[in-house]
């Protein structure tokens, strides 16, 4: 069965430090990856995608990026952060390729960062 | 753009009752999807329940059942016989050339 991890689980990194989010899934081959960003109390943000090993799509512009240097592992990452960067970040995977954006996406445990 | 809009922000229902969450999506996608995740207060989104554009029947997942209306745009999920445990905010998503976007979501509270 498929399984998803992500670390750490919480964070807290003072404004201006950098970030790197990891995400890794294991029992599939070459699955769509994706970053989601939750606010306190709020739904959740897409920023970035990825269906392929160097393929990432940004959905929101920002100070995040992301990477994809294996086919199940996707890392987010910022060189300096900012106050607004604070959130609950979540990885999640699907099925390969663009025609599986219907497919169902399942969730990682998410990791809670505070910058302050 | 996908949009998906969530009415209630907040609802009760009593424990072994039924409850319908509201969920209504604008799209202009031949074919997309359309979810339901739970959220308890852990953080982990928990997928629920499926329907496709094209499933000529509603979807059902044990006591979640999805209410799909698609000439009004509209696919609300059903709970039926509500547990304690069901309480957790609940959040409607469409897919289709685009990936998942995301309602404002409905906390949901069971009372005993």
């Known amino acids: 069965s498929q399984t998803i991890h992500q670390w750490p689980a919480t964070l807290v990194q003072p404004v201006g430090s950098p970030l790197s989010l990891e995400c890794t899934v294991e029992?599939?081959?070459?699955?769509?990856l994706y970053w989601y960003r939750q606010a306190a109390g709020r739904g959740l943000q897409l920023l970035f995608y990825s269906v392929g090993i160097g393929q990432i799509s940004s959905e929101v512009p920002q100070n995040l990026s992301a990477s994809r240097p294996q086919d199940r592992q996707f890392i987010l990452s910022s060189k300096k952060l900012l106050l607004s960067d604070s959130g609950f970040y979540l990885c999640?995977?699907?099925?390969?390729?663009?025609?599986?954006?219907?497919?169902?996406?399942?969730f990682g445990p998410g990791t809670r960062l505070t910058v302050l | 753009a996908q949009k998906i809009t969530q009415t209630q922000p907040g609802m009760f229902v009593q424990e072994k009752e039924a409850v319908t969450l509201d969920c209504t999506y604008d799209?202009?996608?031949?074919?997309?999807?359309l979810f339901w995740y739970k959220q308890p207060s852990s953080g982990e989104m928990i997928f629920l329940i499926y329907?496709?554009?094209?499933?000529?029947q509603n979807a059902t997942e044990g006591r979640y059942s999805l209410n799909f209306q698609k000439a009004r745009k509209s696919a609300n999920l059903v709970i039926s016989a509500s547990q304690l445990g069901d309480s957790a905010m609940y959040f409607c998503a469409h897919s289709g050339n685009t990936p998942l976007v995301f309602g404002k979501g409905t906390r949901l509270s069971v009372i005993a």
């Open positions: 329907q496709g554009s094209y499933d000529q």
């Open positions: 799209t202009s996608d031949p074919s997309y999807g």
């Open positions: 999640a995977w699907s099925g390969a390729g663009r025609m599986a954006f219907t497919d169902t996406q399942y």
């Open positions: 029992g599939t081959s070459n699955p769509n």
